[in-house]
């Protein structure tokens, strides 16, 4: 018997879903990413590159990676309390916060970006508060890190949740019981079991944060150098009719997300073999 059906499974033909799974990852994913790298093949690197090297394309990828990992850093610390919250303590309203995490999921983007915009701008309820402060979010890349915190905090949350729910109570005891202060517990026991969720859920959120377009373009202000994002340049290249120019910055997009999750996995895979057994 193949080391390949060695394992017991629920459902029986390994061949036949096997076979389903790969040709239906190869029609919804790989194929489509097949053609967009055949079409961009006709630039040939040197065009790939000269495309990207425009300052303005160049400026936009900058934006929307940097962007991305910031607001899905920010979702990660206050993800995971979030996550803590809604899963160890219980206080009236608690299901419906529960609940209201995946807002974000169900709410059309569009719709997202018009009220992150209508909050925030200077003459929102938010954006007015400080504005006689001369701060600034709305149609700033403030603004976009606003708008991609809101579309990828339930990633993490609902990442995190699980983990929390098995992280018995009784080894945090255990170890007060030991001496280890809060934080000695929270560094050496909590975190090193919740690495794994929260790396996934930033990957998650980073992935979700570069793509996004519609709860941004509201938001950011659109302005070219300052916080203009490349799904937008994409938009704008398909408007003008320059295929060859959109197919290369989406080729761009989609090299950098793999390497940068990649990486992530990476470090996934070595903290749950370093920390599996905590």
Known sequence: MSLFTQ????????GLTLGYTLVYLSVIVLL??????????DL???GLWHIAAEPRIFAALRTSFS???AAAAINVVF?????WVLTRYDFPGRRLLDAAVDLPFALPTAVAGIALAAIYAPNGWIGGLIAPLGWKIAYTPLGIIVALVFIGLPFIVRTAQP????????VEEASASLGASRLQ?????ILPALTPALLTGFALAFARGVGEYGSVIFIAGNLPFVSEIAPLLIVVKLEEFNYAGATAIAVWMLAISFFILLTINLVQAW???RFGNV
Do not use: H, M, W, Y
Not at 32 to 41: H, N, T
Not at 79 to 83: D, K, L, Q, R, S
Not at 163 to 170: A, F, N
């Open 44 to 46: 040939g690197f040197s």
């Open 163 to 170: 983990v929390i729910v098995e992280l018995q109570q009784d």
């Open 32 to 41: 489509p990413l097949a053609a967009l790298v055949l079409k961009a093949s």
């Open 7 to 14: 394992r017991n499974s629920i459902l029986p033909g390994f």
């Open 79 to 83: 993800g995971a309390i979030v996550a």
């Open 271 to 273: 903290s749950r073999r």
């Open 67 to 69: 962007l991305a990992l």
């Open 185 to 189: 517990t929270l560094r050496l026991v």
